[in-house]
């Protein structure tokens, strides 16, 4: 096996990132107050669209997904109304948790981490009382679950005054996402996924009717207030300092990936992914979602019960040899192990990665 000229990153994000996306950073920096940025700003933003399939504004800053989970909560959830959340792992709870950080009232649906919340138990809460919003987590990297996000939307919109936020960081480019199609109200993500840049950037497209209702709500914050962002995005620009050379590097980045054709990327992730789950039920290993909800972008793998494996001693093997993949998260570690295949990673490093993992196994034999 040949041994890389570094240790390549096969963890859920940030995710190895090509060599030409990095040079991409290094670019002369400009104003961002100048018209060579309001250019660049405007072709990451035409490109942002069509990745989202939406014909509405994709907000791109300075900052992480996380952030825009407050814009979502802020601009979006007028108090007292609720807000319901769905929590059937790690980042799906922590969303909550910022919204109660923001003083607003939280219900959740909550399941034990790697089961599927269903679109009846969400149908049955909507019937119950008003909520200003559903708000999910998509793919969720602790558990690797793609949640339903396409029949849960389906029950929303029957609901046209309850918005939907979706956190898709780990799944755009990675995962079918239609954000107009599915009636995706504030759709957040990051870079450092799949759509395999360094972090740095939050991204989030907004409906028009999120605009409307955030004109009703006082306070907004600053940062992520979206009447603010919206102000300042017609004019291709933010209104705090953005991450230039982020930006020379998404707009190669998306660039690529149009070329590739997002379907095509798509089908790569899902080809990894089944890649990753054979490999684990052959040697042994149990898979911690429940099937079929498996994510396309990372792989949760029951450690115990199965062979039983000393993480700690499997990672200081797999980063003597260039890799490096993720213990389990949170109440998952030790019991659980995670191989993350998303971005621009290709089937000869993956195959090295499982290789290796053979291999130590045999080692312990």
């Known amino acids: 096996m040949s041994k890389p000229d570094h240790v390549r990153l096969f963890i859920p994000g940030p995710v190895e990132v090509s060599k030409d996306i990095l040079e991409a950073q290094t670019e002369w920096l ?3 107050r100048s018209q060579e940025f309001f250019d660049l700003f405007a072709s990451v933003q035409a490109k942002l669209r069509k990745i989202y399939k939406t014909r509405h504004r994709v907000y791109a800053t300075a900052g ?10 802020l601009n979006g959830v007028r108090n007292p109304h609720p807000i319901l959340h769905l929590d059937n792992g790690i980042f799906g709870e922590r969303w909550s948790k910022v919204s109660r950080a923001n003083g607003k009232k939280v219900e959740v649906i909550k399941a034990d981490f790697g089961k599927v919340i269903r679109p009846e138990q969400v149908a ?8 200003d919003a559903v708000a999910m987590v998509y793919n969720e990297t602790s558990t690797g679950m793609l949640n339903p996000a396409p029949e849960i939307a389906e029950i929303v919109r029957g609901y046209p005054d309850t918005f939907f936020f979706v956190d898709v960081v780990s799944a755009i480019c990675g995962a079918p996402v239609e954000t107009d199609a599915w009636g995706i109200d504030v759709c957040v993500a990051s870079p450092q996924k799949a759509i395999g840049l360094p972090p740095g950037m939050g991204m989030a497209a907004v409906s028009d009717r999120v605009l409307e209702r955030a004109k009703e709500i006082e306070y907004r914050g600053w940062a992520y207030d979206f009447l ?16 230039v050379p982020m930006f020379f590097a998404a707009d190669k980045a998306l660039g690529q990936i149009l070329e590739q054709g997002l379907d095509a990327r798509v089908a790569r992730h899902a080809e990894l992914a089944q890649m990753t789950r054979d490999w684990a039920v052959a040697q042994g290993f149990g898979l911690f979602a429940e099937a079929p909800y498996f994510s396309p972008t990372v792989t949760v793998i029951e450690n115990e019960p199965g062979p039983g494996i000393q993480y700690g001693e499997l990672d200081a093997f797999l980063r003597a040899h260039g890799f490096v993949i993720a213990n389990g998260y949170g109440p998952m570690k030790q019991r659980t192990f995670r191989i993350a295949h998303m971005g621009d ?21």
């Open 30 to 32: 400009v104003g961002h």
């Open 64 to 73: 992480s997904g996380t952030n825009f989970w407050e814009g979502a909560v």
């Open 228 to 243: 603010q962002l919206e102000s300042w995005m017609v004019k291709n620009s933010t209104p705090a300092t953005p991450p």
């Open 345 to 365: 990673e290709q089937h000869k490093y993956l195959q090295e990665v499982l290789d290796l993992i053979a291999e130590f196994m045999k080692g312990k034999k």
């Open 124 to 131: 049955e809460k909507l019937k119950e009382k008003h909520y």
